[in-house]
């Protein structure tokens, strides 16, 4: 089984451009959720997706956006890029959504790799 | 805001030293997790626990849930050069949708021949 597939893998891009990560889940995985990773801050939760429904969103502004579709697969868009959004972008399916059993496994992608300059 | 400090930041030893790892909040979680990720790849999932005081054995990786469900410890036994890596708790928020795994700030461990 294929696991979880994250284009591109890196990206570089200038200040004020906008962005569109793109996540496939696992085969039969219905819940993605995305995340950020900066040496900083370590890694943030962004949002969650299910059945094409963001159930849970985090704590950043609304340049950050997302979409699932009807084959599960996720997009997420970063609207005008700041320095700061530069991090590596980390994708995660699991089976069922959050809180439905407390144990579900997440399985993570490589990650896409954004510079902003 | 749920927080789980990690603790060492960083750790540098040499092959066949033990070590432990220590993960800390003072939030209850109904389950937590360790991940460890390499240079280049997303986190990979290394075991859950669930049950306060559930010891959970990998190998030469032995995980600890603490009692109160707030804590938990990774201790290597023997380490080798192929354990280096960043390691990362992440917690399971009880009663709340709001946010899926809070991770932890990580340990980052370089395993030296």
């Known amino acids: 089984k294929a696991g979880v597939t994250q284009t591109p893998r890196y990206l570089i891009k200038t200040r004020g451009q906008q962005v569109t990560l793109s996540c496939s889940p696992i085969s039969g995985h219905r819940s993605v959720s995305w995340y950020q990773q900066t040496p900083g801050q370590g890694l943030q939760f962004l949002f969650e997706y299910f059945s094409e429904t963001q159930r849970n969103k985090g704590n950043f502004p609304g340049r950050f956006s997302g979409r699932q579709f009807s084959n599960s697969r996720s997009e997420m868009n970063v609207s005008t890029l700041e320095l700061g959004d530069s991090a590596l972008y980390l994708c995660?399916?699991?089976?069922?959504?959050?809180?439905?059993?407390?144990?579900?496994?997440?399985?993570f992608g490589p990650g896409t790799r954004l510079l902003v300059l | 805001t749920q927080l789980l400090e990690q603790s060492p930041q960083f750790l540098s030893i040499q092959e066949g030293e033990n070590l432990t790892v220590y993960c800390n909040s003072s939030?209850?979680?109904?389950?937590l997790q360790w991940y460890r990720q390499e240079p280049g790849e997303g986190p990979v999932l290394l075991v859950t626990?669930?049950?306060?005081?559930e010891v959970k054995k990998l190998k030469r990786l032995t995980f600890q849930f603490g009692d109160a469900r707030k804590d938990s410890s990774l201790h290597i036994t023997a380490a080798q050069p192929g354990d280096t890596g960043l390691y990362l708790c992440a917690g399971e928020a009880m009663n709340t949708g709001f946010q899926k795994l809070v991770f932890g700030t990580g340990t980052r461990l370089l395993v030296s021949p």
């Open positions: 995660a399916s699991s089976l069922y959504p959050s809180g439905s059993s407390g144990q579900e496994t997440q399985y």
């Open positions: 939030s209850v979680f109904s389950s």
């Open positions: 626990v669930v049950t306060g005081g």
